[in-house]
């Protein structure tokens, strides 16, 4: 009986632990949406699209923030932690008695998260190449999208790095970086994949985008309208390229101050007309056409500023230039690369003997341990 | 297999000898000297499994064999005895002695077989309720400090509510579980931190730093009989996979038989700030103005150019040419010793087969800052019920509540922490004056006169409450399946859940200083947090304990097996508004509200089984165990991973004269640590919403739906000797952890698109030894003086052997300290897990960054316990030492950035760096391209713990007895009483991200107090 009753008891509990079946344990991921879970959806191309814009509109701030800081449009005033003054002004000693920024510090940023939108966008495009459900002139224009984003963020790497060079291209597999390409190498990818885009935005034809902007691009929704904010930042490249608040804190004093994107959620300019004609003020100053260069200068002096035009561009029609472009961009990320690109970093203020003017933000410590420490890396 | 295994037990049974003509035996258990009966005490027959267990007047009754036996006696405190019984005789008596050693304990060593310590293959750490209870304790963690051979334990910091981490035998992983798994009456229990958000008002950099409570914060202390810290591989049979970090086995108070016995405790005591360095003493108002915090550029004339225009009218109006107030801000926001007290109860008793135990327990403790404290409040009842002669069946439900305000503290980019606050504000005024509208006067000082805070404002009007109700609840089943002279077959089934709700509430209304428009945190003036965290564990056993003596009793073997089941779940919740109107704390109308909301599931089944033979007179013991599990949260859910140990032990008993026994002792053995729940998903991260779209992105950290355990194979050797006809015993441990399949989060280069994955990619080892050495050098029967003395030393370190190719060295987010600047982890290949890496300023001028600085592990950790007792008085003490181990004194750091240090003035070593100590530390510091400047020895000698106790004799008791008194104690207590060290700050033993790996940051937390307490327990 004893017997009977114990073998029950331990084959039934034995049974019962084998009816916890292998779906039971097979537990889904709650709380993050999976590559699985998306990828077959109708709204996935949508989520994709969006992430793209997201990244963009993310990393714009601290992206002007960290310029801006550079070329002595702004400072950045957060008294419980000095390192956001020494390492943006102060930094580190480098190579031959130069000051260079500390690689791993605070003003190294916004290197991961551009490189993480153009893999955003190399993600939408593998996604646009494998959906069934678009057609083939819908593929080129989310292509044509992406691709001009994916520029867009190359190049912001290489007009904070300059001289060090990039890596212009996303690896498939993470662990195998892709390799350093020249500073003008790297300026031609940027044209190139604009360009691509460009091929791809033109075969969409009068196709609509098969998802929806943000009201930021109004006027620019569709891939024929989005091709000329594609154009414009090719201009953008090609004229950058052809060259190659109140109190104290850490000594710095400020007396005036002023508010440009005063909430959260305030839009910041990618790209305006106001600048286009700059761009044009400038490509017609390089050809010597300085005539055509006064009038936009002008036009920007009297619609934009409220100022009286100038009869001539002066001594240093440069100057005269980039004077417009300091007022006329504020804190949309020009300042320190305009002075850089003309040779005039030394003309930027030192408020005080301690601090510098950084010439390129580092390649980030992680970058430089993950490769094995290329030259790129100072 | 183990169906066969089973089967084949099962069938063993039918063998069964016949039973034999019986006589009865009675007598009575006494204390050894003394009349004093030991009720419960357990009686039985060598050889078989016949025993009784004594009533409330120490006397048994037992049925025996006819013929000549031998009864043995033992009850957990007291050593064992063995008695010659002739045939013909009835009576037996037993004095027992005590068992200061602990020679005759009791060790866990499967889900459902114990074995006596003597014959453990491995060290064993015990600690008893008398040695848990005797000093009030914030919560377990703080009780034990200092009594745990093995063990690493400190507190987090002084907020009331508990908080603190017990780390066994070092580090064990790098990025996995570092916390050991908790087991109460077989119920795995929850020690998990809910994250109080806290980090929305400091803008800190995660929830590591949020001073959180982990919840073993819950738990009674006097509901606890024992703690059993299984300290390696030896807990791998019966935990798997969850134990690497070791398992503490709790098991609390169960009834015994015998009339009822009532116990009532009443505490009452406080708390008081343990150390206060100061701050800064002003000499004139010319050193102020001069200061960081105002600087003027030319003090001495009224229209000077100031930094902080504010601050200098301030620091004009209070401040002459030769003298400026002094205000202890420490002493005067964490100078409260408000009345803490603790009732406690207990009633137990029962009759042979129904026992009962109920207790009650209500705590309050009051922080010594204002607005802080603890509550703790808890009931529980346990059964024990006999259903015919083969069955018991145990059942016991706890139910706890605990409340905590703790403040605000630990790391801060608001300047809300007031160690943040004080810093930056020279302590010249009274912070606590009002204004004209009733209103806090605004601080003037700090980097810039807003974003400062005043640290009284903020205690006085901010929470942070947490309100944490739980239930942990068990049943289990003894089936005395078959039972011989030759056989003992048991069964087992338990079934228990930890069930709790975890409610916090932070608020900063919009009136705080550093709340204001302008402010880090005035984006959104005023913030409200609030949360709900529900956590579910449940687990069910099954086990089989099959026990063979044969009839020459040359050996004997217990086969065990059986099946665990583990279910758990985390479901929580936050809504965090900020930009909230005055005078609303609801979330609802907030500018800004952010809400989270996870669940986290995760279920683990296992079997095991195990063979433990005892033979050679009981000298050796060979034991073998397996288990094999599978687990959710691995990349292949159906997978079974597999550990096994192995373990031998033998006692050589009387070699020498002087010497009683020598046991030499070894195990080998496997354990795991299991990844964390979704890392075997390849996902996307919600970036939020644009255009009102959300979006998605590349996740930054990539998953693996190939990860699987980490992997531990520990072989432990020791020798454990008693001396000196038992007054002395010795124990020695060696033990060496080698842990593969090391779970990394390599970081890769980000021009991929990547930031880091998760990967099985590499190896570490720790070392370590153990050694204890317990003395009774005095044991006097005439007057009862005896004098127990234990002293405790280990020490261990962990290296990380190697990592996979391609993986790059890599460090914890803010949880392992900051950046280079302020000293931080980074797990290095070839150097040690706590190595501590800084930047270096060297002779030349040059600066080496990044390199090791120092090490954060402890040269050598050391307890010295104390026990005295001298007719009704008995005096107990431990004492607690941490020889080495750095620490990076951020707070210093703070308070030298601000100018306000205890020690500022102090003359300078190198006058030309800094005028004085403390702008030469900050200048040599220079920004952090000095990292050693602020990094410090952290040894320590504390007193833990000291009791006086007094037990009232009877005759003095004639009042009392007529309510029914029988025993009164009355002691006096404290803990951590004081602390000898050299460091200068607070307290080294904090951690600023709570439960680390390695723990070295000192950042503003809540200061540690020492507390006393008088305590009167009655006995009915």
Same mark, same amino acid.
């Given at each position: 009986?004893?017997?009977?009753?114990?073998?029950?008891?331990?084959?039934?509990?034995?049974?019962?632990?084998?009816?916890?079946?292998?779906?039971?344990?097979?537990?889904?991921?709650?709380?993050?949406?999976?590559?699985?879970?998306?990828?077959?959806?109708?709204?996935?191309?949508?989520?994709?699209?969006?992430?793209?814009?997201?990244?963009?509109?993310?990393?714009?701030?601290?992206?002007?923030?960290?310029?801006?800081?550079?070329?002595?449009?702004?400072?950045?005033?957060?008294?419980?932690?000095?390192?956001?003054?020494?390492?943006?002004?102060?930094?580190?000693?480098?190579?031959?008695?130069?000051?260079?920024?500390?690689?791993?510090?605070?003003?190294?940023?916004?290197?991961?998260?551009?490189?993480?939108?153009?893999?955003?966008?190399?993600?939408?495009?593998?996604?646009?190449?494998?959906?069934?459900?678009?057609?083939?002139?819908?593929?080129?224009?989310?292509?044509?999208?992406?691709?001009?984003?994916?520029?867009?963020?190359?190049?912001?790497?290489?007009?904070?790095?300059?001289?060090?060079?990039?890596?212009?291209?996303?690896?498939?597999?993470?662990?195998?970086?892709?390799?350093?390409?020249?500073?003008?190498?790297?300026?031609?990818?940027?044209?190139?994949?604009?360009?691509?885009?460009?091929?791809?935005?033109?075969?969409?034809?009068?196709?609509?985008?098969?998802?929806?902007?943000?009201?930021?691009?109004?006027?620019?929704?569709?891939?024929?309208?989005?091709?000329?904010?594609?154009?414009?930042?090719?201009?953008?490249?090609?004229?950058?390229?052809?060259?190659?608040?109140?109190?104290?804190?850490?000594?710095?004093?400020?007396?005036?101050?002023?508010?440009?994107?005063?909430?959260?959620?305030?839009?910041?300019?990618?790209?305006?007309?106001?600048?286009?004609?700059?761009?044009?003020?400038?490509?017609?100053?390089?050809?010597?056409?300085?005539?055509?260069?006064?009038?936009?200068?002008?036009?920007?002096?009297?619609?934009?500023?409220?100022?009286?035009?100038?009869?001539?561009?002066?001594?240093?029609?440069?100057?005269?230039?980039?004077?417009?472009?300091?007022?006329?961009?504020?804190?949309?990320?020009?300042?320190?690369?305009?002075?850089?690109?003309?040779?005039?970093?030394?003309?930027?203020?030192?408020?005080?003997?301690?601090?510098?003017?950084?010439?390129?933000?580092?390649?980030?410590?992680?970058?430089?341990?993950?490769?094995?420490?290329?030259?790129?890396?100072? | 297999?183990?169906?066969?295994?089973?089967?084949?037990?099962?069938?063993?049974?039918?063998?069964?000898?016949?039973?034999?003509?019986?006589?009865?035996?009675?007598?009575?258990?006494?204390?050894?000297?003394?009349?004093?009966?030991?009720?419960?005490?357990?009686?039985?027959?060598?050889?078989?499994?016949?025993?009784?267990?004594?009533?409330?007047?120490?006397?048994?009754?037992?049925?025996?064999?006819?013929?000549?036996?031998?009864?043995?006696?033992?009850?957990?405190?007291?050593?064992?005895?063995?008695?010659?019984?002739?045939?013909?005789?009835?009576?037996?008596?037993?004095?027992?002695?005590?068992?200061?050693?602990?020679?005759?304990?009791?060790?866990?060593?499967?889900?459902?077989?114990?074995?006596?310590?003597?014959?453990?293959?491995?060290?064993?750490?015990?600690?008893?309720?008398?040695?848990?209870?005797?000093?009030?304790?914030?919560?377990?963690?703080?009780?034990?400090?200092?009594?745990?051979?093995?063990?690493?334990?400190?507190?987090?910091?002084?907020?009331?509510?508990?908080?603190?981490?017990?780390?066994?035998?070092?580090?064990?992983?790098?990025?996995?579980?570092?916390?050991?798994?908790?087991?109460?009456?077989?119920?795995?229990?929850?020690?998990?931190?809910?994250?109080?958000?806290?980090?929305?008002?400091?803008?800190?950099?995660?929830?590591?730093?949020?001073?959180?409570?982990?919840?073993?914060?819950?738990?009674?202390?006097?509901?606890?009989?024992?703690?059993?810290?299984?300290?390696?591989?030896?807990?791998?049979?019966?935990?798997?996979?969850?134990?690497?970090?070791?398992?503490?086995?709790?098991?609390?108070?169960?009834?015994?038989?015998?009339?009822?016995?009532?116990?009532?405790?009443?505490?009452?005591?406080?708390?008081?700030?343990?150390?206060?360095?100061?701050?800064?003493?002003?000499?004139?108002?010319?050193?102020?103005?001069?200061?960081?915090?105002?600087?003027?550029?030319?003090?001495?004339?009224?229209?000077?150019?100031?930094?902080?225009?504010?601050?200098?009218?301030?620091?004009?109006?209070?401040?002459?040419?030769?003298?400026?107030?002094?205000?202890?801000?420490?002493?005067?926001?964490?100078?409260?010793?408000?009345?803490?007290?603790?009732?406690?109860?207990?009633?137990?008793?029962?009759?042979?087969?129904?026992?009962?135990?109920?207790?009650?327990?209500?705590?309050?403790?009051?922080?010594?800052?204002?607005?802080?404290?603890?509550?703790?409040?808890?009931?529980?009842?346990?059964?024990?019920?006999?259903?015919?002669?083969?069955?018991?069946?145990?059942?016991?439900?706890?139910?706890?509540?605990?409340?905590?305000?703790?403040?605000?503290?630990?790391?801060?980019?608001?300047?809300?922490?007031?160690?943040?606050?004080?810093?930056?504000?020279?302590?010249?005024?009274?912070?606590?004056?009002?204004?004209?509208?009733?209103?806090?006067?605004?601080?003037?000082?700090?980097?810039?006169?807003?974003?400062?805070?005043?640290?009284?404002?903020?205690?006085?009007?901010?929470?942070?409450?947490? /309100?944490?109700?739980?239930?942990?609840?068990?049943?289990?089943?003894?089936?005395?399946?078959?039972?011989?002279?030759?056989?003992?077959?048991?069964?087992?089934?338990?079934?228990?859940?930890?069930?709790?709700?975890?409610?916090?509430?932070?608020?900063?209304?919009?009136?705080?200083?550093?709340?204001?428009?302008?402010?880090?945190?005035?984006?959104?003036?005023?913030?409200?947090?609030?949360?709900?965290?529900?956590?579910?564990?449940?687990?069910?056993?099954?086990?089989?304990?099959?026990?063979?003596?044969?009839?020459?009793?040359?050996?004997?073997?217990?086969?065990?097996?059986?099946?665990?089941?583990?279910?758990?779940?985390?479901?929580?919740?936050?809504?965090?508004?900020?930009?909230?109107?005055?005078?609303?704390?609801?979330?609802?109308?907030?500018?800004?509200?952010?809400?989270?909301?996870?669940?986290?599931?995760?279920?683990?089944?296992?079997?095991?089984?195990?063979?433990?033979?005892?033979?050679?007179?009981?000298?050796?013991?060979?034991?073998?165990?397996?288990?094999?599990?599978?687990?959710?949260?691995?990349?292949?859910?159906?997978?079974?991973?597999?550990?096994?140990?192995?373990?031998?032990?033998?006692?050589?008993?009387?070699?020498?004269?002087?010497?009683?026994?020598?046991?030499?002792?070894?195990?080998?053995?496997?354990?795991?640590?299991?990844?964390?729940?979704?890392?075997?998903?390849?996902?996307?991260?919600?970036?939020?919403?644009?255009?009102?779209?959300?979006?998605?992105?590349?996740?930054?950290?990539?998953?693996?739906?190939?990860?699987?355990?980490?992997?531990?194979?520990?072989?432990?050797?020791?020798?454990?000797?008693?001396?000196?006809? /038992?007054?002395?015993?010795?124990?020695?441990?060696?033990?060496?952890?080698?842990?593969?399949?090391?779970?990394?989060?390599?970081?890769?280069?980000?021009?991929?698109?990547?930031?880091?994955?998760?990967?099985?990619?590499?190896?570490?080892?720790?070392?370590?030894?153990?050694?204890?050495?317990?003395?009774?050098?005095?044991?006097?029967?005439?007057?009862?003086?005896?004098?127990?003395?234990?002293?405790?030393?280990?020490?261990?370190?962990?290296?990380?052997?190697?990592?996979?190719?391609?993986?790059?060295?890599?460090?914890?987010?803010?949880?392992?300290?900051?950046?280079?600047?302020?000293?931080?982890?980074?797990?290095?290949?070839?150097?040690?897990?706590?190595?501590?890496?800084?930047?270096?300023?060297?002779?030349?001028?040059?600066?080496?960054?990044?390199?090791?600085?120092?090490?954060?592990?402890?040269?050598?950790?050391?307890?010295?316990?104390?026990?005295?007792?001298?007719?009704?008085?008995?005096?107990?003490?431990?004492? /607690?030492?941490?020889?080495?181990?750095?620490?990076?004194?951020?707070?210093?750091?703070?308070?030298?950035?601000?100018?306000?240090?205890?020690?500022?003035?102090?003359?300078?070593?190198?006058?030309?760096?800094?005028?004085?100590?403390?702008?030469?530390?900050?200048?040599?510091?220079?920004?952090?391209?000095?990292?050693?400047?602020?990094?410090?020895?952290?040894?320590?000698?504390?007193?833990?713990?000291?009791?006086?106790?007094?037990?009232?004799?009877?005759?003095?008791?004639?009042?009392?007895?007529?309510?029914?008194?029988?025993?009164?104690?009355?002691?006096?207590?404290?803990?951590?009483?004081?602390?000898?060290?050299?460091?200068?700050?607070?307290?080294?033993?904090?951690?600023?991200?709570?439960?680390?790996?390695?723990?070295?940051?000192?950042?503003?937390?809540?200061?540690?107090?020492?507390?006393?307490?008088?305590?009167?327990?009655?006995?009915?």
């Amino acid at each position: 009986m004893i017997r009977h009753v114990a073998r029950a008891t331990l084959c039934a509990a034995w049974l019962a632990s084998l009816a916890c079946s292998a779906d039971k344990f097979n537990v889904p991921q709650y709380n993050a949406p999976t590559i699985t879970g998306v990828n077959g959806t109708p709204q996935a191309l949508q989520l994709y699209v969006s992430g793209v814009l997201l990244q963009e509109r993310n990393n714009i701030g601290g992206y002007n923030n960290d310029v801006g800081i550079f070329g002595r449009e702004s400072y950045s005033y957060f008294p419980t932690d000095a390192r956001s003054v020494s390492h943006y002004l102060i930094g580190l000693s480098g190579a031959n008695n130069t000051r260079i920024l500390d690689p791993a510090g605070f003003a190294s940023g916004q290197w991961f998260n551009w490189y993480r939108n153009m893999k955003n966008a190399v993600n939408l495009v593998a996604f646009a190449d494998a959906n069934g459900a678009l057609s083939p002139t819908q593929k080129s224009a989310v292509k044509g999208f992406a691709k001009t984003i994916r520029g867009l963020s190359l190049y912001r790497v290489i007009v904070t790095r300059d001289t060090l060079g990039v890596p212009g291209d996303i690896p498939a597999d993470p662990t195998a970086p892709a390799a350093f390409l020249s500073r003008d190498a790297a300026w031609q990818q940027v044209t190139a994949i604009l360009d691509e885009a460009k091929a791809d935005l033109t075969a969409a034809g009068s196709t609509a985008f098969p998802f929806a902007l943000d009201d930021g691009f109004a006027g620019f929704n569709t891939p024929a309208s989005f091709l000329k904010f594609n154009r414009g930042l090719a201009a953008r490249v090609l004229v950058n390229r052809s060259k190659a608040a109140p109190g104290t804190n850490n000594g710095i004093p400020a007396t005036a101050y002023f508010i440009m994107y005063p909430t959260n959620v305030s839009p910041v300019p990618i790209i305006r007309n106001e600048e286009l004609i700059l761009l044009r003020a400038e490509a017609n100053l390089g050809a010597g056409n300085a005539g055509a260069a006064l009038t936009d200068i002008n036009t920007i002096r009297t619609v934009s500023g409220g100022l009286a035009p100038l009869g001539s561009l002066g001594a240093d029609p440069i100057g005269a230039l980039l004077y417009e472009r300091r007022y006329s961009l504020l804190w949309e990320g020009h300042r320190w690369n305009d002075m850089r690109r003309y040779g005039r970093l030394s003309q930027l203020p030192l408020d005080l003997p301690s601090h510098f003017v950084a010439k390129v933000m580092p390649i980030p410590k992680q970058e430089c341990d993950a490769r094995g420490t290329p030259t790129q890396c100072q | 297999m183990f169906r066969t295994l089973f089967c084949a037990a099962a069938a063993l049974l039918v063998i069964a000898p016949a039973a034999s003509a019986q006589r009865e035996v009675s007598g009575r258990v006494t204390l050894a000297g003394s009349s004093e009966p030991i009720p419960d005490a357990s009686v039985g027959v060598v050889g078989i499994p016949v025993g009784a267990r004594t009533n409330a007047r120490g006397e048994y009754r037992l049925r025996v064999p006819d013929g000549d036996v031998t009864l043995a006696t033992r009850m957990i405190g007291y050593k064992r005895q063995t008695v010659r019984v002739a045939a013909g005789q009835t009576t037996v008596n037993f004095e027992l002695e005590k068992d200061v050693l602990q020679l005759e304990a009791i060790t866990v060593t499967g889900a459902a077989t114990t074995m006596e310590r003597r014959n453990a293959t491995s060290s064993v750490s015990q600690v008893s309720a008398d040695q848990l209870e005797r000093v009030p304790a914030v919560s377990i963690e703080n009780a034990l400090q200092g009594k745990v051979l093995g063990a690493s334990i400190n507190m987090n910091n002084g907020a009331p509510g508990g908080g603190g981490q017990i780390q066994i035998r070092g580090a064990s992983s790098l990025i996995g579980k570092i916390d050991p798994l908790y087991v109460i009456d077989g119920v795995i229990v929850s020690n998990d931190v809910r994250s109080n958000n806290q980090r929305y008002i400091t803008n800190s950099l995660n929830s590591g730093e949020e001073n959180g409570t982990n919840r073993l914060a819950d738990i009674n202390p006097a509901d606890i009989e024992s703690v059993e810290v299984l300290k390696g591989s030896v807990a791998s049979a019966i935990y798997g996979s969850q134990a690497t970090n070791g398992v503490v086995v709790i098991s609390t108070k169960r009834g015994r038989s015998g009339s009822p016995r009532f116990q009532l405790t009443q505490r009452v005591g406080t708390f008081q700030l343990i150390r206060n360095k100061g701050l800064r003493h002003y000499a004139n108002v010319d050193q102020l103005l001069t200061s960081s915090q105002v600087a003027c550029k030319t003090p001495t004339t009224a229209t000077a150019s100031c930094g902080n225009p504010a601050g200098a009218a301030a620091a004009r109006a209070v401040c002459t040419a030769s003298s400026c107030p002094y205000y202890d801000y420490f002493g005067m926001l964490y100078g409260r010793t408000a009345p803490s007290w603790e009732t406690s109860g207990s009633m137990s008793g029962g009759v042979e087969t129904t026992k009962y135990f109920v207790s009650f327990n209500d705590r309050e403790d009051a922080g010594i800052a204002m607005n802080t404290g603890a509550r703790r409040q808890s009931v529980r009842a346990s059964v024990d019920q006999a259903i015919g002669s083969k069955i018991t069946a145990n059942v016991a439900t706890n139910i706890m509540r605990s409340f905590s305000q703790r403040g605000i503290s630990n790391n801060d980019n608001t300047n809300s922490s007031p160690l943040y606050g004080f810093a930056y504000s020279p302590n010249v005024l009274d912070l606590r004056q009002r204004d004209a509208t009733g209103n806090y006067i605004i601080n003037p000082f700090g980097g810039s006169p807003l974003n400062i805070s005043n640290p009284f404002q903020t205690f006085d009007l901010m929470r942070n409450n947490e /309100d944490v109700y739980r239930v942990i609840a068990n049943a289990t089943v003894n089936y005395q399946a078959w039972s011989s002279a030759r056989n003992d077959v048991r069964i087992n089934v338990l079934a228990g859940a930890d069930r709790f709700s975890s409610q916090n509430f932070e608020f900063a209304p919009p009136s705080l200083q550093f709340e204001q428009p302008g402010t880090n945190e005035g984006t959104f003036p005023g913030a409200s947090i609030q949360g709900n965290g529900s956590t579910q564990l449940v687990n069910t056993n099954l086990s089989a304990v099959w026990t063979f003596t044969p009839n020459n009793r040359w050996f004997s073997a217990t086969t065990s097996g059986g099946t665990q089941y583990a279910d758990r779940q985390l479901s929580d919740y936050t809504i965090v508004a900020q930009g909230l109107t005055p005078s609303v704390v609801a979330a609802t109308g907030a500018v800004h509200t952010t809400t989270f909301d996870s669940l986290v599931v995760q279920r683990n089944q296992a079997y095991y089984a195990q063979e433990d033979f005892l033979t050679f007179g009981e000298k050796m013991l060979l034991s073998a165990a397996v288990r094999t599990e599978r687990s959710s949260v691995n990349g292949d859910s159906k997978k079974f991973y597999t550990f096994p140990r192995f373990g031998a032990s033998y006692r050589i008993v009387r070699p020498f004269s002087g010497i009683g026994e020598i046991k030499l002792r070894g195990t080998v053995g496997q354990a795991g640590n299991q990844p964390n729940y979704g890392e075997r998903f390849l996902t996307l991260t919600n970036g939020g919403q644009i255009g009102g779209q959300t979006g998605l992105i590349q996740a930054a950290s990539i998953g693996n739906p190939k990860i699987r355990p980490e992997r531990l194979i520990e072989s432990e050797f020791g020798i454990d000797g008693s001396f000196l006809d /038992d007054r002395a015993q010795l124990e020695v441990t060696f033990f060496n952890r080698d842990i593969s399949d090391l779970l990394v989060r390599p970081l890769l280069a980000q021009s991929s698109g990547v930031n880091q994955e998760v990967i099985n990619g590499g190896s570490m080892r720790t070392r370590g030894t153990e050694i204890g050495v317990t003395l009774a050098p005095i044991e006097s029967r005439t007057n009862g003086l005896t004098w127990t003395s234990r002293t405790t030393y280990q020490q261990n370190s962990a290296k990380i052997l190697k990592f996979a190719p391609g993986v790059l060295p890599f460090n914890l987010n803010a949880t392992g300290g900051f950046g280079t600047a302020y000293g931080r982890l980074k797990f290095t290949p070839g150097n040690s897990v706590s190595a501590i890496y800084g930047n270096r300023k060297n002779a030349d001028g040059t600066v080496s960054r990044d390199i090791v600085l120092a090490d954060a592990n402890p040269k050598y950790m050391m307890a010295f316990s104390n026990d005295l007792t001298w007719s009704n008085f008995r005096l107990g003490t431990v004492v /607690d030492m941490r020889k080495g181990g750095t620490v990076s004194n951020l707070t210093l750091n703070l308070y030298d950035e601000g100018n306000t240090t205890w020690d500022y003035d102090k003359p300078s070593p190198n006058p030309a760096v800094g005028a004085t100590l403390g702008a030469y530390r900050y200048n040599t510091w220079a920004g952090g391209t000095n990292t050693s400047v602020y990094l410090f020895d952290g040894s320590f000698v504390k007193v833990r713990e000291i009791t006086l106790a007094y037990d009232v004799p009877q005759q003095r008791l004639n009042a009392l007895q007529r309510f029914g008194v029988r025993t009164t104690n009355l002691s006096v207590s404290g803990r951590n009483l004081f602390i000898i060290s050299g460091y200068d700050g607070f307290d080294p033993e904090v951690n600023n991200g709570g439960n680390v790996v390695a723990r070295f940051v000192d950042l503003a937390q809540y200061p540690p107090s020492r507390s006393y307490f008088f305590t009167v327990a009655l006995g009915f």
